[in-house]
Protein backbone atom coordinates (compact mmCIF):
# COMPACT_ATOMS: atom_id res chain seq x y z
CA UNK A 1 0.00 0.00 0.00
CA UNK A 2 1.12 3.33 -0.36
CA UNK A 3 2.69 4.83 2.80
CA UNK A 4 3.66 8.50 3.54
CA UNK A 5 4.40 10.94 0.56
CA UNK A 6 5.39 14.47 0.08
CA UNK A 7 5.94 16.95 -2.84
CA UNK A 8 8.26 18.38 -4.05
CA UNK A 9 11.35 16.35 -2.45
CA UNK A 10 13.41 19.24 -2.97
CA UNK A 11 12.93 22.67 -2.95
CA UNK A 12 15.60 25.97 -3.87
CA UNK A 13 14.07 29.52 -2.46
CA UNK A 14 15.65 32.55 -2.75
CA UNK A 15 15.55 34.53 0.69
CA UNK A 16 12.42 36.18 0.95
CA UNK A 17 10.30 33.98 -1.19
CA UNK A 18 7.19 31.68 0.10
CA UNK A 19 7.17 28.16 -0.20
CA UNK A 20 4.49 25.43 0.29
CA UNK A 21 5.04 22.00 1.14
CA UNK A 22 2.52 19.34 0.35
CA UNK A 23 2.11 16.12 2.72
CA UNK A 24 -0.44 13.14 1.62
CA UNK A 25 -0.38 10.83 4.70
CA UNK A 26 -1.61 7.18 5.06
CA UNK A 27 -5.49 7.00 4.00
CA UNK A 28 -7.52 7.16 7.01
CA UNK A 29 -4.46 7.99 9.40
CA UNK A 30 -5.99 10.27 11.75
CA UNK A 31 -2.48 11.67 13.07
CA UNK A 32 -0.76 14.41 10.99
CA UNK A 33 2.76 15.46 12.35
CA UNK A 34 5.45 18.58 10.38
CA UNK A 35 9.23 18.12 11.98
CA UNK A 36 11.70 20.06 11.27
CA UNK A 37 15.43 18.28 10.81
CA UNK A 38 18.50 20.58 10.86
CA UNK A 39 21.68 18.95 9.44
CA UNK A 40 23.39 16.54 11.97
CA UNK A 41 19.63 16.85 13.87
CA UNK A 42 17.47 15.15 15.18
CA UNK A 43 13.42 15.35 14.08
CA UNK A 44 12.19 18.73 15.86
CA UNK A 45 8.45 18.75 16.44
CA UNK A 46 6.49 21.68 14.54
CA UNK A 47 3.38 20.94 14.59
CA UNK A 48 0.37 18.43 15.23
CA UNK A 49 -3.39 17.62 13.69
CA UNK A 50 -5.60 15.40 14.77
CA UNK A 51 -8.22 14.76 11.73
CA UNK A 52 -8.45 18.92 10.57
CA UNK A 53 -7.89 20.35 14.04
CA UNK A 54 -4.50 21.84 14.77
CA UNK A 55 -3.88 20.41 18.36
CA UNK A 56 -0.36 21.72 18.95
CA UNK A 57 1.67 24.26 16.85
CA UNK A 58 3.72 24.76 19.57
CA UNK A 59 6.95 23.79 17.40
CA UNK A 60 6.37 26.15 14.57
CA UNK A 61 9.47 28.72 15.12
CA UNK A 62 7.57 32.11 14.28
CA UNK A 63 4.76 33.46 12.30
CA UNK A 64 6.16 32.60 9.16
CA UNK A 65 5.31 29.21 9.51
CA UNK A 66 1.67 27.96 8.87
CA UNK A 67 0.47 24.36 8.11
CA UNK A 68 -3.08 23.34 7.30
CA UNK A 69 -5.07 20.22 7.02
CA UNK A 70 -8.54 21.74 6.21
CA UNK A 71 -10.19 18.28 5.12
CA UNK A 72 -8.22 15.95 7.52
CA UNK A 73 -6.60 14.10 4.63
CA UNK A 74 -3.39 16.36 2.88
CA UNK A 75 -1.42 18.52 4.52
CA UNK A 76 0.48 21.99 3.48
CA UNK A 77 3.48 23.70 5.41
CA UNK A 78 3.91 26.97 4.41
CA UNK A 79 6.86 29.40 5.09
CA UNK A 80 6.81 32.99 4.08
CA UNK A 81 9.29 35.32 4.24
CA UNK A 82 11.97 32.44 4.12
CA UNK A 83 15.22 32.80 5.60
CA UNK A 84 18.45 31.21 5.33
CA UNK A 85 18.29 29.00 8.71
CA UNK A 86 14.69 28.03 7.54
CA UNK A 87 16.93 25.76 5.48
CA UNK A 88 16.10 21.99 6.13
CA UNK A 89 14.67 18.77 6.08
CA UNK A 90 10.41 19.31 6.44
CA UNK A 91 9.54 15.58 7.59
CA UNK A 92 5.87 14.64 7.67
CA UNK A 93 4.81 11.65 9.58
CA UNK A 94 1.17 10.11 10.13
CA UNK A 95 -0.32 7.92 12.52
CA UNK A 96 -3.62 5.78 12.46
CA UNK A 97 -4.78 6.97 15.59
CA UNK A 98 -4.49 10.09 18.30
CA UNK A 99 -2.95 7.81 21.27
CA UNK A 100 0.94 7.85 22.19
CA UNK A 101 1.65 3.84 21.77
CA UNK A 102 0.93 4.14 18.41
CA UNK A 103 3.71 4.73 15.94
CA UNK A 104 4.49 7.02 13.00
CA UNK A 105 4.78 6.49 9.37
CA UNK A 106 7.35 9.13 8.23
CA UNK A 107 7.39 10.72 4.31
CA UNK A 108 10.99 10.97 2.58
CA UNK A 109 11.17 14.51 3.66
CA UNK A 110 11.18 17.74 1.38
CA UNK A 111 14.71 18.98 1.72
CA UNK A 112 14.17 23.24 1.80
CA UNK A 113 17.28 25.30 0.63
CA UNK A 114 17.07 28.83 0.98
CA UNK A 115 20.00 30.50 -1.23
CA UNK B 1 7.26 18.11 29.98
CA UNK B 2 8.74 15.03 28.79
CA UNK B 3 12.53 14.59 27.39
CA UNK B 4 14.66 12.03 25.53
CA UNK B 5 18.66 12.06 26.13
CA UNK B 6 20.56 9.83 23.60
CA UNK B 7 23.86 9.68 25.67
CA UNK B 8 26.69 9.08 22.64
CA UNK B 9 26.45 11.13 19.35
CA UNK B 10 28.56 8.84 18.14
CA UNK B 11 29.26 5.11 18.32
CA UNK B 12 31.67 3.06 16.92
CA UNK B 13 31.98 -0.93 17.06
CA UNK B 14 33.74 -3.35 14.97
CA UNK B 15 31.15 -6.00 12.60
CA UNK B 16 30.64 -9.07 14.88
CA UNK B 17 30.82 -7.48 17.87
CA UNK B 18 27.60 -5.84 20.36
CA UNK B 19 26.04 -2.81 19.90
CA UNK B 20 24.28 -0.65 22.41
CA UNK B 21 22.97 2.81 22.40
CA UNK B 22 21.69 4.77 25.36
CA UNK B 23 18.90 6.55 25.74
CA UNK B 24 17.39 7.69 28.81
CA UNK B 25 13.92 9.82 28.96
CA UNK B 26 11.74 11.80 31.20
CA UNK B 27 8.10 11.82 31.02
CA UNK B 28 5.27 12.42 33.37
CA UNK B 29 2.92 9.79 32.52
CA UNK B 30 3.17 6.27 31.18
CA UNK B 31 4.90 6.67 28.24
CA UNK B 32 5.09 4.95 25.06
CA UNK B 33 9.23 4.46 23.61
CA UNK B 34 10.10 3.89 20.44
CA UNK B 35 13.81 3.63 18.32
CA UNK B 36 13.80 4.54 14.69
CA UNK B 37 16.41 4.37 12.27
CA UNK B 38 17.87 6.53 9.57
CA UNK B 39 19.82 4.87 6.87
CA UNK B 40 22.19 8.41 4.55
CA UNK B 41 19.34 9.73 2.18
CA UNK B 42 16.27 7.71 3.98
CA UNK B 43 13.17 8.02 5.45
CA UNK B 44 12.99 7.04 9.06
CA UNK B 45 11.99 3.17 9.47
CA UNK B 46 10.42 2.00 13.10
CA UNK B 47 12.69 -0.52 14.90
CA UNK B 48 10.55 -1.39 17.42
CA UNK B 49 8.21 0.23 20.30
CA UNK B 50 7.72 -0.17 24.01
CA UNK B 51 3.67 0.43 25.14
CA UNK B 52 3.44 -0.88 28.37
CA UNK B 53 3.53 -4.24 28.10
CA UNK B 54 6.72 -6.82 28.23
CA UNK B 55 9.76 -4.72 28.78
CA UNK B 56 12.23 -6.41 26.90
CA UNK B 57 10.73 -5.81 23.32
CA UNK B 58 12.06 -7.41 20.05
CA UNK B 59 12.40 -5.51 17.18
CA UNK B 60 13.60 -6.05 13.49
CA UNK B 61 16.87 -7.12 12.32
CA UNK B 62 18.11 -8.60 15.65
CA UNK B 63 17.49 -5.35 17.94
CA UNK B 64 16.11 -5.38 20.54
CA UNK B 65 15.37 -2.90 23.74
CA UNK B 66 14.63 -2.89 27.59
CA UNK B 67 12.25 -0.64 29.28
CA UNK B 68 13.86 0.42 32.97
CA UNK B 69 11.52 2.34 34.62
CA UNK B 70 13.69 2.71 37.88
CA UNK B 71 16.63 3.81 35.73
CA UNK B 72 13.93 5.59 33.26
CA UNK B 73 16.27 4.11 30.36
CA UNK B 74 15.62 2.18 27.34
CA UNK B 75 18.58 1.28 25.63
CA UNK B 76 19.03 -0.35 22.35
CA UNK B 77 20.97 -3.34 21.94
CA UNK B 78 22.48 -6.17 19.21
CA UNK B 79 24.84 -9.10 20.03
CA UNK B 80 26.63 -8.55 16.50
CA UNK B 81 26.54 -5.31 14.35
CA UNK B 82 26.45 -5.99 10.61
CA UNK B 83 27.86 -3.52 8.10
CA UNK B 84 24.75 -2.40 7.09
CA UNK B 85 23.42 -1.70 10.75
CA UNK B 86 25.37 1.44 10.00
CA UNK B 87 23.05 4.35 10.07
CA UNK B 88 21.85 7.11 12.47
CA UNK B 89 19.44 6.28 15.50
CA UNK B 90 16.74 7.97 16.74
CA UNK B 91 15.23 7.32 20.80
CA UNK B 92 11.66 8.48 21.08
CA UNK B 93 9.30 9.55 23.58
CA UNK B 94 5.34 9.36 23.31
CA UNK B 95 2.85 10.25 25.42
CA UNK B 96 -0.63 11.91 26.42
CA UNK B 97 -1.04 15.75 26.72
CA UNK B 98 -3.17 17.21 29.59
CA UNK B 99 -5.29 17.93 26.26
CA UNK B 100 -5.72 14.65 25.73
CA UNK B 101 -3.18 14.07 22.54
CA UNK B 102 -0.11 12.80 21.68
CA UNK B 103 3.07 14.84 22.16
CA UNK B 104 6.45 13.26 20.60
CA UNK B 105 9.50 14.08 21.35
CA UNK B 106 13.06 13.15 19.29
CA UNK B 107 16.31 12.12 21.11
CA UNK B 108 19.30 14.28 18.71
CA UNK B 109 20.21 10.90 17.96
CA UNK B 110 23.60 8.61 17.99
CA UNK B 111 25.76 7.80 14.67
CA UNK B 112 26.71 4.34 14.51
CA UNK B 113 29.90 3.49 12.70
CA UNK B 114 30.09 -0.14 11.82
CA UNK B 115 34.12 -0.75 11.53
CA UNK B 116 35.07 -4.06 9.18
Known amino acids: GAGVSQSPRYKVAKRGQDVALRCDPI?????LFWYQQALGQGPEFLTYFQNEAQLDKSGLPSDRFFAERPEGSVSTLKIQRTQQEDSAVYLCASGPVGVPSYEQYFGPGTRLTVT | AQSVTQLDSHVSVSEGTPVLLRCNYSSSYSPSLFWYVQHPNKGLQLLLKYTSAATLVKGINGFEAEFKKSETSFHLTKPSAHMSDAAEYFC??????????????FGTGTKLQVIP
Open chain 1, 27 to 31: SGHVS
Open chain 2, 92 to 105: VVSDLTSGGYQKVT
